[in-house]
């Protein structure tokens, strides 16, 4: 079956991992739902041992909404592992991550699949735009994600908003469930299938702040490049990543 095919008339699962998002979680999930309509999709939301209100708001989901399900950690894992987790907990023909803070906007979803479904990409990524976080953290982060795509071959762009064809989800969730890989992202950069991106705007965080310090963000990023140099020297590489 071509790659059209399955994203398009088949099953979609959204992997959303859930952390202080009580006051979001109703929103999300209803601009989800009209951003699919016509499709056939599932959300599952993992609540990272969240410390407010989130495990209950997603529970009530599920029971309005049987697409919905809910995975609940009792210890908190980190996004990366927590949307590898719920990765690994659905099946379908496409999968696609995002945060729950509404910063991904769920209406980019469709142009995800869409460009998925042309079958000559493994992976496609929302390219990050617009200004959704103060400078200095756009600055450090797009220093970043040039280091990562100078060692991994991703999108220069590419963030945690993306959707997965089958076999890159098969290769993200061996990686970092069953492996030491710091980074969904990073793990789909070196699972060797092409990437593309299509720019996305994101938008600023609606309510609430980000859980992620200067000093977290700082290790986190040193530890992830530190993990895929050893692996862009002496593992394979994915080709050049496309653009649509």
């Not at 009792?74 to 803070?101: F, K, P, S, Y």
């Not at 069953?178 to 793990?187: K, R």
């Amino acid at each position: 079956m071509g790659g059209r095919a399955r994203v398009s008339g088949g099953r979609v699962a959204v992997v959303v991992p859930v952390y202080g998002n009580e006051a979001t979680l109703r929103a999300l999930h209803g601009r989800l739902a009209a951003a699919l309509g016509g499709r056939d999709w599932v959300l599952r939301l993992v609540v990272d041992a969240s410390p407010d209100g989130s495990l209950a708001v997603a529970r009530e989901l599920a029971t309005a909404d049987p697409r919905v399900r809910v995975t609940a950690l009792a210890v908190n894992v980190g996004q990366h592992r927590a949307l590898a987790t719920g990765l690994a907990a659905e099946d379908g023909d496409a999968w696609v991550c995002l945060d729950a803070d509404l910063q991904d906007p769920p209406e980019a979803v469709p142009a995800l699949l869409d460009r998925l479904a042309r079958g000559d990409a493994g992976a496609v990524f929302a390219g990050r735009r617009g200004r959704y976080e103060s400078p200095v953290r756009r600055l450090t982060g797009g220093l970043h994600r040039r280091l990562a795509a100078a060692l991994t071959g991703l999108p220069p762009d590419a963030g945690a908003f993306l959707a997965l064809g089958p076999a890159v989800r098969d290769a993200v969730v061996a990686a970092v469930l069953g492996g030491d890989a710091p980074s969904v992202v990073l793990a789909a950069g070196l699972a060797g299938a092409p990437l593309s991106s299509v720019p996305v705007a994101r938008d600023r965080r609606p309510v609430g702040e980000s859980a992620w310090t200067a000093r977290a963000r700082l290790r986190q990023s040193l530890r992830s490049l530190a993990w895929a140099a050893g692996r862009g020297v002496n593992g394979s590489r994915a080709g050049r990543p496309g653009r649509s």
